[in-house]
Antibody, heavy 122, light 107 residues
Framework: QVQLQESGPGLVKPSQTLSLTCTVS??????????WSWVRQHPGKGLEWIGY???????YYNPSLKSRATISMDTSKNQYSLKLTSVTAADTAVYYC??????????????WGQGTLVTVSS | DIQMTQSPSSLSASVGDRVTFTCRAS??????LNWYQQKPGKAPHLLIY???TLQSGVPSRFSGSGSETNFTLTISSLQPEDFALYYC?????????FGQGTRLEIK
């Protein structure tokens, strides 16, 4: 079955760029049919959808992030990535990658990666 | 954005109890409503999609219902492994949004 695994620095300084990668195994991100998404969870809080990318390269982001987020994909490595610029302490969160299944009249997130905690601090 | 509101925010129950959680959307999400379970330190796990369809491997004691703006998740007979956080999510329109969660605790 498809598995996702996040990786990247656990500590980022304020005003810098957060960069994370999601490696997908047992499934090709370039084969179509799915969107590939990032979700974050602030400590002790709920879930916030960041955005997603389709295998064509088209992407969509949560406007709450004010254009700071960029999701890209590398089909040769079967990975997709998140960059979040100008981070502040408010961006401290556990970041999850998740596959988005979209079919006619339905869509859902499954599976999810295990998550990676990113702390923004000097 | 579509706001998702879950109630109650927390619930105490005993093994064997029947429990129901509610999720309300600020406007219709059609049937684009999913439920996830999250245990401490773990990623959310899909339980139910499109209001009432159980994800493969999810026990039949879980069920979902509702339409438009009002949805429920029911666990018919609580098992020890069911004590967790539960989130609803709408995928009707972007930005996709989640409820704030209902914490199910052991009484």
């Amino acid at each position: 079955q498809v598995q996702l695994q996040e990786s990247g620095p656990g500590l980022v300084k304020p005003s810098q760029t957060l960069s994370l990668t999601c490696t997908v195994s047992n499934g090709s991100i370039g084969s179509g049919g799915y969107y590939w998404s990032w979700v974050r969870q602030h400590p002790g809080k709920g879930l916030e959808w960041i955005g997603y990318i389709f295998y064509t390269g088209s992407s969509y982001y949560n406007p709450s992030l004010k254009s700071r987020a960029t999701i890209s994909m590398d089909t040769s490595k079967n990975q997709y990535s998140l960059k979040l610029t100008s981070v502040t302490a408010a961006d401290t969160a556990v970041y999850y990658c998740a596959r988005v299944v979209m079919t006619w009249a339905r869509s859902w997130f499954d599976p999810w990666g295990q998550g990676t905690l990113v702390t923004v601090s000097s | 954005d579509i706001q998702m509101t879950q109630s109650p925010s927390s619930l105490s129950a005993s093994v064997g109890d029947r429990v129901t959680f509610t999720c309300r959307a600020s406007r219709s999400v059609n049937n684009y409503l999913n439920w996830y379970q999250q245990k401490p330190g773990k990623a959310p796990h899909l339980l139910i999609y499109t209001v009432s369809t159980l994800q493969s491997g999810v026990p039949s004691r879980f069920s979902g219902s509702g339409s438009e703006t009002n949805f429920t998740l029911t666990i018919s007979s609580l098992q020890p492994e069911d004590f967790a956080l539960y989130y609803c999510q709408q995928t009707f329109s972007t930005p996709y949004t989640f409820g704030q969660g209902t914490r199910l605790e052991i009484k």
